[in-house]
């Protein structure tokens, strides 16, 4: 078994700042209680929405005075750091004296609220306070509530509350992402540049240090018995009665014998065993006499390389990749481990961002082909219809993907993907039974193996999105929202089989806008910038765009509406006209978060 506490370090929490006219004698006493209850609502808000990846509740933590000036900010600063806190949210419902009680910490994510109400000019202070953030080159995010309120009145409005929701999750991701690790299994897979580490991006974006291990180790580990014996026992049993092995689609010559499929199984089962402690590590490995293994590397992200140098004699990693992206395993329903095919490190932080946000699994695929209308009439003889009716993408990854991604759990009667504490028995057993393991195929993985083999139920809202990398620019994300689409049996195998029956696949229409790269559903595909990409449950594109811009990494691409785009005030000051473009320079301005 794994380490109760996954990552090493405390969970992130939010910083309330409550801030205050700081003069006495009437005024300060005044407004006293009305701000501290204002900071208690917005924790009350948060602490009752937001939850981190494990499941448990987020804990907000709340200054232990108003903030009427500098001394108490920086009593505020001090308490902040004692107690973990990853975000900040200043709130206020009047005036206050702005670079006195504003917060100053450059790596933290930060936000205003102020209150809209026209006794007490907390608006006022707002826009006073943010221009002195964008003066001083420490973007925060502004929240004005639409509407005026009565002085005394405790609600929050729901367009802040979407606000602060929204700056809240984002910042939380962006805090849980410091100081935590990339490892890289193995080096560059096939050429693909996205396994070539960039430490530079990780550590000045995204605060992370990068680890690596040759995939030897995993020989070692293999020969040495270093894993755990019991749970290997376990994790083996779970897998033969659970797993539904489906047909060896190749070819006489190229099958494996029934003894090496079998060997096959045993190894691929010892793989994600490895994977996971080499993650996080495993005290069960200190009873064993190997103390330095059971520390792990505390990567909250990983890559396999396999393909070649590793599927050309072992059996390919498809297995290890898709149960740990899982939320559930022999163990039961827990979050998932992210691992990235092909040690594709860009995705691998992708899917970070997804899950990061939403606590879902997230679904690694390649963006493999797309379908027009017309060709699919010329292959099948059938149209498209619905959401597809415009053309549609074949995401499907090389063998390897989350069985939630077979769209099996339901959320108001609908297919879904839920975070692991929500799902139910039946729908992990569901999972698994809507996922066949297919043989690998040899042409491609010399060592065997299997591979994840489902495909995707129908009208899910998803989001795709691929973290770039631009010389000259540095990162660049893209999005795509849209849905996923069920095609007639067989429509979908006349398409599927022409790539990899084996393999799991997902159909994908985008939204689309009509103009740029969402003119159409060619166009998606024309302007992706990679071979990969992640899919993320819901239309999250909104809350990518504001954590991105935190990270401070402009996005090329989106299908968003502008009205759901929340971003720092700062970037209103690079242009209003052209958002796209003053994202750009916005980010390139201010840089590297960590810099």
Known sequence: MTKTDRYIGRLPKIGIRPTIDGRRNGVRESL???????????????????????????????????????????????????????????????????????????????????????????????????????????????????DVQDSGD??????????LL?????????????????????????????SMIQEDFFQGYLGMRNEYIDMSEFVRRFDLELYDRAEYEKAYKWAKENLHEGADNNKEDFKRSAELKESDWERSVKMALIARDLMVGNDKLTELGFEEEAQGHNALIAGFQGQRQWTDHFPNGDFMEAILNSSFDWNGKRAPYLLATENDSLNAVTMA?????????????????????????????????????????????????ALDGTGQQTKDGKPALKPHWEITDEEVKACLDHTQWRPASTEYFRGGGYSSNFTTKGDMPVTIARLNIVHGVGPVLQIAEGYTVELEDDV????????????????????????????????????????????????????????????????????????????????????TADAESADYRACQTFGPLYK
């Open 353 to 401: 961002m997804g899950h990061l946000l939403t606590n879902t699994a997230q679904v690694f695929a390649d963006v493999r082909t797309y379908w027009s209308p017309d060709a699919v009439k010329r292959v099948t003889g059938k149209e498209l219809t619905g959401n597809a009716e415009n053309g549609i993408l074949h995401l499907i990854n090389s063998g390897a993907a």
């Open 32 to 146: 006293e209680e009305t701000t501290m209850q204002m900071a208690k609502s917005v924790a009350a808000y948060l602490s009752s929405e937001l939850k981190h990846y494990n499941g448990e509740p987020v804990e907000c933590v709340i200054a232990d005075t108003c903030i009427g000036g500098v001394a108490e900010a920086a009593r505020a600063a001090d308490k902040f750091a004692q107690e973990g806190v990853g975000v900040s949210i200043t709130v206020t419902p009047c005036w206050c004296y702005g670079s006195e009680t504003m917060d100053m910490d450059p790596h933290l994510p930060k936000a205003v609220w102020g209150f809209n109400g026209t006794e007490r000019p907390g608006a006022v202070y707002l826009a006073a306070v943010l221009a002195g953030h964008n003066q001083k080159g420490l973007p925060a995010f502004g929240i004005y509530g639409q």
């Open 166 to 194: 929204r700056f809240a999750k984002s910042g939380l991701a962006v805090a849980m992402l410091k100081g935590k690790s990339y490892l890289s299994m193995g080096s560059v897979s096939m050429g693909i540049a996205g």
């Open 492 to 575: 979908h195998d006349a398409l599927d089989k022409r790539t990899d029956p084996t393999w799991p696949t997902t159909w994908f229409a985008p939204k689309l806008t009509g103009q740029g790269a969402f003119t159409d559903a060619y166009s998606v595909m024309n302007n992706w910038g990679a071979n990969h990409c992640v899919m993320s449950y819901g239309h999250i594109g909104d809350d990518l765009i504001t954590m991105a811009s935190i990270l401070r990494i402009p996005v090329n691409m989106h299908n968003v509406e502008a009205e759901r785009i929340f971003r720092p005030s700062a970037w209103n000051m690079f242009g």
């Open 154 to 163: 405790e609600t929050i409005p729901e367009d802040v509350k979407e606000k």
